[in-house]
């Protein structure tokens, strides 16, 4: 017996890991801008948002590669 029934599931996951990286390139946007920002008002140091964003962009860029097969 084949695993034909798995094809919409494999096709739906890739289109999701798809979606995942569009956000990704969105999510990366931001935090440069974050950076720019943060620098332009003189902060000094590494913002705690951009250690939270740059987390939250790998945990994503992981599930793109689970997704992708």
């Given at each position: ?15 999701l890991a798809q ?51």
């Amino acid at each position: 017996m084949g695993e034909e029934w798995q094809e919409p599931y494999l096709d739906r996951a890739d289109q999701l890991a798809q979606s995942l990286e569009d956000f990704v390139q969105t999510l990366n946007e931001v935090i440069v801008d974050h950076l720019s920002t943060a620098l332009e008002n003189g902060h000094e140091g590494r913002p705690k948002l951009d250690k939270d964003l740059q987390t939250a962009r790998r945990a994503i860029e992981k599930a793109i590669h689970l997704l992708e097969r």
